[in-house]
């Protein structure tokens, strides 16, 4: 299994980034697909998920209104839409794939059982 992120980038307060994450190696129609991002000095924290079946969506409150998660079936990528970026969303953003066997819930890295190699989003403010 492999999720390869792309799209980080270096951009100015208030601009948008898009991150694209393609994800192989098996089906992913009943996992979920997830945006986690770490900044310098502090622990991970989920940002975004998305249920690869139904579609349905979660966001971390401090992402909610600027932030959109949307997937391809047909191209196997999850995307991660970034508007209105601010300075505290500097960080390195990884996607991850939860099979959903253990429940639970989506922000929780924990049962998140494949990560990409992450991407670097600054923003200056």
């Known amino acids: 299994v492999q999720l390869q992120a792309s799209g980080g980038g270096l951009v100015q307060a208030g601009g948008s980034l898009r991150l694209s994450c393609a994800a192989s190696g098996r089906s992913f129609s009943s996992y979920a697909l997830g945006w986690f991002r770490q900044a310098p000095g502090r622990e991970r924290e989920f940002v975004a998920a998305i249920m690869w079946s139904s579609g349905d969506t979660y966001y971390a409150d401090s992402v909610k209104g600027r932030f959109t998660i949307s997937r391809d079936n047909a191209k196997n990528t999850v995307a991660l839409q970034m508007n209105s970026l601010k300075p505290e969303d500097t960080a390195v953003y990884y996607c991850?794939?939860?099979?959903?066997?253990?429940?639970?819930?989506?922000?929780?890295?924990?049962?998140?059982?494949?990560w990409g190699q992450g991407t670097l989003v600054t923003v200056s403010s």
């Open positions: 991850a794939a939860d099979s959903l066997y253990y429940g639970g819930s989506h922000d929780d890295d924990r049962l998140y059982e494949y």
